[in-house]
């Protein structure tokens, strides 16, 4: 054991296994995603039983938010890690076995036990990025943590680009079960990893630390009320990239599908440079602004002129600008992340995991109104006018960024020294 925790004795190979960790995570997240055409027909399901499904993840993601991030504060990130990886195997492998050899039940059990499946998918997932946030806490100097959540966060738009082709092609090939267990995998790879990390490497020691673990008040701030508000305003932008820019591109601006479907990974493939570049460019800045403007200015420009682009894309007489603009809009949009991530640490100081896991429930709150309100927008007032709904909310989360001061935070600056 000692031989191999040495893997991970420097921190950044610790960042490292939290992305890949967090793109072991997405791609347990969206399997279903890919293979559920296979999955209706064979299982009988309708598309509204399928979004039920896929909502059942989302509920259980973000009401243990809070939660796995106090477990994350309390045990540190390796051991909740391990075991949080351990349980997407075993979930993973009971959803692709369902309704076929000792699971094989009527139709009406099928469903109920996919949903109760899925919800518990989403706590044991909960965990992924407030643990990632208490880990980059304790492992990464303050004037590195931009670039190290900007690493981790780039793993979702990795994700995105990497998912639906390694999926499908199983599925083509194997059938819809295979593909939900081959996604498994590298969960099962980063389970095995965080049991050789050393959980002494992971919490700071001492009376004052663990004191502090238990000191939540930071969270009550205005600055990280505004933070949470503003991560929840980014949310509800970020999803509409996430469920209806393909949806968008074909019916709008009358793509054929798979044309649309090229067209469609080009934000992804910006922001996995994007999300990182975001937060090394906050780090230079915090080095030389000062920490509250260089936290700040990446969020500022990031979202304001995600707005922007997102409303040139929705006025654009042609449909490859609109293309255009709407890459640029995710990549500035989600370039915020590492900042994001880094001032949650800033004012949560030791209570990052349950800061994170705030900040982020608010996000996937923001998640939960987006995929249903865009469409009825949509259908009643047109694509453009959702997309300038969806601008506005951009703008307005990157003003709240003026009246929020990471510098505030008393424990982040005992945190700094």
């Not at 000792?102 to 059990?109: G, Y």
């Not at 009320?225 to 820019?245: H, K």
């Not at 915020?336 to 100081?349: H, L, M, N, Q, V």
Request: aromatic fraction near 10%.
């Amino acid at each position: 054991m000692r031989a191999k925790s040495g893997l991970f004795r420097n921190p950044w190979s610790r960042v490292a296994l939290l992305s890949v960790t967090a793109t072991a995570s997405y791609l347990c997240r969206v399997n279903i995603s890919v293979t559920g055409a296979l999955m209706m027909r064979e299982l009988r399901f309708s598309q509204i039983e399928m979004g039920s499904i896929f909502s059942a993840f989302i509920l259980g993601y973000a009401l243990f938010q809070i939660p796995a991030g106090v477990l994350a504060d309390r045990w540190g990130a390796p051991p909740v890690l391990a075991w949080a990886a351990l349980c997407w195997v075993t979930l993973t492998a009971l959803i692709a076995s369902t309704d076929w050899g000792p699971l094989r039940v009527t139709a009406v059990p099928t469903m109920a036990l996919l949903l109760v499946l899925r919800f518990i998918l989403g706590v044991s997932e909960s965990p992924t990025f407030p643990a990632s946030a208490q880990g980059i806490s304790q492992w990464i100097v303050p004037r590195r943590q931009g670039r190290a959540n900007g690493y981790v966060m780039a793993a979702v738009a990795l994700g995105s680009g990497i998912a639906p082709p390694l999926i499908s092609f199983v599925m083509v090939h194997r059938g819809w079960r295979p593909a939900v267990l081959v996604s498994a995998l590298p969960a099962m790879a980063a389970a095995a990893a965080w049991r050789c990390v050393p959980h002494t490497a992971s919490m700071k020691s001492g009376p004052a630390t663990q004191a502090a673990v238990r000191d939540y008040k930071p969270l009550r701030s205005f600055s990280f009320v505004l933070l949470t508000s503003s991560y929840t305003l980014e949310g509800y932008v970020g999803y509409i990239f996430v469920f209806w820019s393909y949806l968008y591109l074909v019916q709008e601006r009358h793509f054929d599908l798979l044309r649309a479907g090229g067209l469609s990974s080009l934000p992804w493939i910006l922001a996995v440079a994007a999300i990182p570049l975001g937060g090394v460019i906050s780090d230079r800045l915090r080095a030389r602004v000062g920490l509250n403007w260089g936290l700040r200015t990446v969020p500022l420009l990031g979202l304001g002129l995600g707005g922007i682009f997102l409303f040139l894309a929705a006025r654009s007489p042609s449909a490859y600008w609109a293309v255009g603009y709407l890459s640029l809009a995710t990549a500035m949009v989600l370039s915020s992340e590492g900042p994001f991530w880094a001032t949650a640490i800033r004012i949560a100081g030791a209570g990052s995991g349950a800061g994170g896991g705030l900040m982020n429930m608010g996000s996937n709150i923001g998640g939960l109104v987006s995929p249903a309100l865009t469409p009825i927008l949509a259908a009643h007032l047109g694509w453009r006018n959702a997309l300038y709904v969806g601008a506005a909310i951009s703008v307005i989360g990157a003003a709240l960024w003026l009246w929020i001061s990471p510098g505030s935070s008393k424990w982040g600056n005992a945190a700094a020294a």
